[in-house]
């Protein structure tokens, strides 16, 4: 059998969580990432009866921003509608959703993928509630509930089925979680869930007629998308290959054995029972409501990443920047102040020293965008090896001293002074004769003692580069 005789498609639901202060109809606390379970909560949360939900209207200005920062524009008009079903984890016995009139219709992605663009289209996104949790203790005969997440704002983002392999399905997973970060419209924290990714995949012999399809909800890392995605395109071509159907079916993603474990099947659609709801009114949105969500729209990851192959960096470098939003717009600041190589060069230093400054063993305040290329600056005319220019950084991040002050204090200061370097290479040269006959005469490798020495003779401090042109040049080679 040949797998190339297949072609999988893949279509991904993606939750997200926004970044709002207070639920999406109560006005209760929204971070339950600290909070003890059931505090936060009030009786909308509960669904008492009699209680009116009100839209909250961050929650609105985040989804309008999603829709932009999608390529497209928010509806003019929408609604909400309630969707039935049963579970201990949803009190009200529905979820408030919109279903018939989304906030966003259409829009794309646009994902590097292996040095490629691949746009892949959205079809809609709505504003939705999260449901409670529910807790099985171990060994215990019951149940328990937390309801702090339930009322959470989510965007449900639904993509076409445009997808096609694994290793696009995890890059489109994470450039939608980098722009919903870079928009504000979440804080992304993938542990507790914020970003959360349900993915659609099949598999046909005929690329014009997609086969019967799996679901994996819930999963929280691009690695896990990429896995149960390529474990699930292997698992249907097996089967079909058998001569077997794929059934189509709610399946489980198992971190530890990195398999799909098939969980319910959906023999008969279910029964919503979607209704409007009728204590929130409509949305609708002016033209100037639209245009006004449309202002202060924040750098994208495709704006910054063209602006950090301006300061030549790798896109394995590209792309761990990228992570860290602190990060990115920090380089770009010290780009704009300080100049390119500046912005090059610290790029390493925030990278090496990051998890640090996240422990908040540093202060980011304390190292301006003029302390950075000062230190740059000083290593670039080569006065501080890259050791030492590490060194002074790490002292940067606890003392607001110049950092020429700081490597004078702590003499890391390389000696670039051609007339002192030429004087020890001197010295270097007679005390190693030998050596230095060797080197003239094509012993090439041995050069690096001659250096080793002339460092060591200068306490570490010459200049290693222009230590090895002068020993060339005394050498007449
Ligand atoms: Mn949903």
């Known amino acids: 059998m040949s797998k190339d005789e297949y072609t999988p498609t893949i279509g991904i639901e993606c939750h997200v969580q926004l970044k709002t202060k207070t639920k999406l109809f109560a006005a209760v606390g929204n971070d339950a990432r600290q909070a003890p379970p059931n505090t936060l909560i009030s009786h909308i949360c509960l669904g008492m009866p009699g ?4 839209l909250n209207e961050k929650a609105l200005e985040l989804a309008a921003r999603a829709a932009f920062v999608l390529n497209t524009k928010p509806q003019p008009f929408s609604k909400f509608d309630r969707k039935h079903y049963f579970y201990p984890d949803l009190p009200k016995g529905y979820q408030i959703t919109q279903y018939e009139q989304p906030i966003i219709l259409g829009g794309y992605v646009e994902v590097p993928v292996e040095g490629q663009q691949k746009r892949v289209g959205i079809i809609r996104v709505h504003l939705e509630e999260d449901a409670g949790k529910n807790i099985h203790p171990a060994g215990a005969d019951y149940s328990l509930v937390d309801l702090n997440r339930a009322g959470t704002p989510l965007l449900e983002i639904v993509s076409e089925p445009e997808i096609h392999s694994a290793a696009e399905a995890k890059a489109f997973a994470r450039e939608l979680w980098l722009i919903m970060k870079y928009a504000d419209v979440t804080d992304g924290d993938l542990y507790h869930g914020h970003v959360r990714f349900d993915v ?30 390529a474990y699930e395109i292997d698992r249907q071509i097996e089967l079909l290959e058998k001569g077997e159907k794929v059934v189509q079916e709610t399946r489980g993603w198992d971190e530890a054995t990195q398999k799909t474990i098939g969980q319910r099947g959906k023999e008969e659609a279910q029964d919503y029972r979607y209704m409007p709801e009728p204590d929130i009114p409509p949305i609708e949105l002016s033209t100037q409501d639209i245009e006004k969500f449309k202002q202060g729209l924040p750098l994208l990851p495709a704006d910054i990443r063209r602006e950090l192959i301006d300061i030549k960096l790798d896109s394995k470098t590209i792309e761990d920047v990228l992570d860290h939003p602190d990060i990115a717009n920090y380089i770009l600041i010290v780009k704009k102040n300080a100049g390119i190589r500046s912005a090059h060069r610290s790029t390493f230093l925030k990278l090496h020293f990051r998890n640090q400054e996240e422990a908040g063993e540093g202060d980011l305040i304390k190292i301006d965008p003029d302390r950075i290329k000062q230190l740059t600056e000083l290593s670039i005319d080569g006065l501080l090896s890259s050791t030492a220019e590490r060194i002074v950084y790490q002292e940067m991040l606890k003392s607001s001293e110049a950092p020429k002050t700081i490597a004078e204090r702590m003499n ?7 007339g002192e370097i030429d004087k020890i290479v001197a010295e270097v040269l007679k005390e190693n004769a030998k050596v230095a006959e060797d080197v003239k005469k094509g012993e090439t490798k041995a050069i690096g003692f001659l250096v080793g020495q002339v460092m060591a003779k200068s306490k570490g401090k010459a200049n290693p580069g222009l230590a090895q042109q002068i020993i060339k040049k005394q050498l007449g080679i």
């Open 412 to 418: 890391l200061v390389q000696v670039s002074d051609e």
């Open 200 to 229: 659609n995949s099949s598999v046909s012999k005929d690329p014009t007629k997609m086969g019967i399809r799996s679901e994996i909800k819930n999963l929280n890392s691009f690695r896990s998308v990429e896995g149960a995605v």
């Open 51 to 54: 209680a009116l939900p009100v």
